[in-house]
């Protein structure tokens, strides 16, 4: 019963998908198809490079200085790597800091398992100790 519900729902939406690109089908073959453009589709975008050339590059030269566009494109670019990089340097400082200071609190720390292995040695003399012998 649990797997029979999901293949209905599956083979259900299936036959609903075809049913809907069948009648879209019918719909297309009705529609005339719009005659097809002289040349092929390369020639055809060639055209549309050249008219988008001619009318940005050399209609309106005097509204945008492409060059300055450019270099001021470059320098924001060039700004945020180096932010970018500053940030990058800043956090590698703060890793060798914290590193150093771990580094100097296990020097510091160096006898601390010594002292842990006296007091785990005392508490089991004092058990034992404590137990009365038989």
Do not use: C
């Given at each position: 019963m649990?797997k029979?519900?999901?293949?209905?729902?599956l083979?259900?939406?299936?036959f609903?998908?075809?049913?809907?690109?069948?009648s879209?089908?019918?719909i297309?073959?009705?529609v005339e198809?719009p005659?097809?453009a002289?040349?092929?589709?390369?020639?055809?975008f060639?055209?549309?490079?050249r008219?988008?050339?001619?009318l940005?590059?050399?209609?309106?030269?005097?509204?945008i200085h492409?060059?300055?566009?450019f270099?001021k494109?470059?320098?924001?670019?060039?700004v945020?790597?180096?932010?970018?990089?500053?940030q990058?340097?800043s956090l590698?400082?703060?890793v060798?800091?914290?590193?150093r200071?771990?580094?100097e609190?296990?020097i510091?720390n160096e006898?601390?398992?010594?002292k842990?292995?006296k007091?785990?040695?005392?508490?089991?003399?004092?058990?034992?100790?404590?137990?009365?012998?038989?």
């Amino acid at each position: 019963m649990e797997k029979t519900i999901p293949f209905f729902l599956l083979g259900a939406s299936f036959f609903g998908l075809l049913a809907i690109f069948l009648s879209k089908i019918r719909i297309l073959k009705n529609v005339e198809a719009p005659l097809k453009a002289e040349g092929n589709s390369l020639s055809r975008f060639k055209q549309g490079g050249r008219r988008f050339y001619t009318l940005f590059f050399k209609k309106i030269p005097g509204l945008i200085h492409w060059d300055l566009l450019f270099q001021k494109i470059l320098s924001k670019i060039r700004v945020l790597a180096l932010k970018a990089e500053n940030q990058a340097g800043s956090l590698l400082v703060q890793v060798r800091e914290h590193s150093r200071e771990r580094k100097e609190q296990k020097i510091n720390n160096e006898d601390y398992w010594q002292k842990i292995g006296k007091l785990t040695l005392k508490r089991g003399r004092k058990k034992k100790e404590t137990t009365p012998e038989n």
